[in-house]
């Protein structure tokens, strides 16, 4: 009779967790969300429309910001590859602020829309900097010797506004797009995981278009119309993002993330003389009444230093039926949870040499397409791609390097290893790595060809020379490779930064992916100003690898450097992913056994 009785409760579990979504998040009104009628694509395909505007905006901006510096602020091309990598950088790792806010005070939701308002501003100063007179660069519509000081104020105004809004957009629209998707439901756990690859994938798109169609109305018919369009459709997808709030599925706020690990730290000095415990079931976990809406984790072997904060002294045994300190006593789960975030600094680190190439991509390389032929067709039927138009050659790669993971290789993979993800994130992260080492090898080849056809030119045409004969196109295989590589190692640092960090971290998890952009950005400002030192005196002449103009610098030899860097961080990469031991989460029916075998599955993944 008690084991039909039991029977019967579990159905009625699994029935309520069919119906309502019991993974703390809540629904408009507060109240335990209906599975039917919230989250899932239902509710991401309106998230998913203002990233694609957002992208669309900051890469038509980002991209073609390199020559709207050169042409029309006149800044040269040293000085203007190191203020768009200080805005990129600023731009990536602003979302580290907004993520924390989100996380501990005010939610995701609450710091979209205004984050979101905020970059609307931006784009609003961008239009009308370009359409009231006395804030345009100069009285005549045509390019000036010198730029207004006003102008430039409110140029470099309106970007960091749009950084400001990227701080608080960027962390926790992915991650609340996320939590739309119940991981404790096998169905939504597997449309999660593809829900970062379609993120992408509509990210990508907008880039597309963003380096397209935009930067063409930039460079054909006007900086303010492009700006104007931008401005307009965010406005339109606010809109449309607000309009589906009745949909999405909402978390609350936690507090600081950052405490929880302070106490475990404090509570492992403090217990610091005692011995390391036999077992990890003599540790202290929280009651199940006490976490009933929050996933609790397997212990782990590694950093085994930390477990001596959930050790029981004899007081706190004493006094088991009262509240423990937890500047004094920490639970299993808030230990884990600081192991996990100690294991991602080595990631962290090693995935910096690989947004330093991924910076390149809007500086450099397009910079190399405003020096080469873009014409298509010839004669009076010719047509000129602009210069920053290249870029969508690296979105083209991640397209399809997206689409053929998801819809191709994620299938095999899952039949043939056994993992619902096909192969483990960290897998994944490095293979995109080894495209990057292809991509400056192939670069550094293209610009010492593009410099050798320049010479040539020179002496054909001379110095009036006016029409280079070298194809753009040849910058294709560089772009698309990297683009592949975007594809496998920048969507699987987003599920990584997501994923692996602590439940109440997510949008801090997410500014932490983007950070590695940021830091990647500002690492190749500090690369291109160590290399120019050296090389200008090694060389004892005018200019070094990297020049005042393209023709005079020597940017074959630095594309060489960092393909030599990211060989040297590969390996290392390689060795610290065998050693990773990734989130072990307990399942809720799950016994103690099944704790220790699951522990024993995790790990042998995180080194296969």
Request: aromatic share 10%; charged share 20%; net charge positive.
């Amino acid at each position: 009779k008690e084991m039909m009785m039991r029977k019967t409760k579990e159905e009625a579990g699994e029935a309520d967790g069919e119906k309502w979504v019991l993974d703390s998040s809540v629904d408009r009104r507060g109240q335990v969300p209906l599975r039917a009628s919230t989250g899932v694509w239902k509710a991401s395909l309106f998230i998913i429309t203002i990233e694609f505007s957002e992208r669309l905006s900051y890469f038509g901006i980002a991209t073609n910001l390199i020559s709207y510096l050169t042409r029309v602020i006149h800044q040269d091309l040293k000085t203007a590859a190191k203020s768009v990598n200080y805005w990129t950088g600023v731009t990536t790792l602003m979302p580290l602020i907004g993520g924390f806010i989100a996380d501990a005070y005010t939610g995701r939701f609450a710091i979209i829309l205004v984050s979101s308002l905020v970059y609307l501003m931006g784009l609003s100063l961008l239009t009308m900097s370009r359409f009231i007179p006395s804030l345009r660069p100069c009285d005549s519509t045509s390019p000036c010797s010198r730029t207004r000081k006003v102008h430039e104020v409110v140029l470099f105004l309106a970007l960091y506004c749009i950084s400001i809004g990227t701080g608080g957009h960027k962390p926790c629209l992915e991650s609340f797009g996320a939590d739309q998707f119940d991981d404790n439901h096998d169905e939504e756990r597997k449309k999660k995981m593809s829900y970062f690859n379609w993120w992408n994938f509509a990210l990508c798109c907008g880039l597309f278009l963003g380096v397209t169609i935009i930067v063409y109305v930039q460079d054909n018919v006007s900086w303010g119309i492009a700006d104007l369009v931008l401005a307009v459709t965010m406005a339109v997808s606010i809109g449309t993002f607000y309009a589906g709030r009745s949909y999405y599925r909402y978390r609350a706020p936690e507090g600081s993330p950052l405490t929880p690990l302070l106490q475990v730290l404090v509570a492992a000095i403090r217990k610091r003389n005692l011995p390391r415990p036999s077992s990890p079931d003599s540790l202290f976990e929280a009651p199940t009444s006490e976490s009933s809406h929050k996933r609790l984790l397997h212990h782990t072997n590694r950093l085994r230093f930390f477990d001596k904060a959930a050790i029981l002294d004899g007081s706190e045994e004493a006094s088991s039926g009262e509240k423990h300190d937890p500047w004094r006593l920490a639970t299993v789960t808030q230990v884990e949870e600081m192991k996990l975030v100690l294991n991602m600094i080595p990631i962290w680190l090693t995935s910096l040499p690989f947004g330093v190439c991924v910076a390149q991509a809007p500086t450099f390389f397009v910079k190399q397409g405003a020096a080469m032929d873009r014409r298509i067709g010839s004669g009076g039927h010719s047509f000129e791609i602009p210069a920053a138009s290249t870029y969508a050659l690296g979105a083209v790669g991640m397209i399809i390097s997206v689409t053929m993971y998801e819809k191709l290789l994620v299938p095999i993979l899952r039949k043939s290893t056994g993992n619902e993800r096909g192969i483990n994130i960290l897998q994944r992260i490095g293979f995109g790595m080894i495209f990057s080492v292809v991509a400056m090898s192939v670069a550094a080849l293209v610009e010492a060809k593009r410099l050798r056809t320049w010479k040539h030119d020179i002496l054909a045409q001379g110095r009036a020379m006016t029409k280079p004969s070298m194809s753009v196109f040849w910058l294709l295989p560089q772009f698309l490779i990297l683009g592949l590589g975007d594809g496998f190692t920048l969507v699987g640092l987003q599920e990584y930064f997501y994923d692996q960090v602590p439940d109440s971290m997510r949008s801090l998890g997410i500014a932490i992916y983007l950070s590695v952009i940021g830091g990647g950005s500002f690492l190749s400002s500090f690369l291109i100003t160590v290399v120019d030192h050296f090389t200008r005196r090694a060389d004892s002449g005018d200019e070094g690898w990297v020049g005042k103009d393209l023709n005079s610098s020597r940017l074959d030899r630095f594309y060489w450097l960092l393909a030599a860097i990211n060989l040297a961080n590969l390996c290392v990469y390689v060795a610290v992913a065998m050693k990773y031991t990734y989130k072990n989460v307990q399942r809720r029916e799950a016994a103690g056994k099944d704790c220790r075998e699951n522990g024993e599955e995790e790990d042998h993944e995180a080194r296969a």
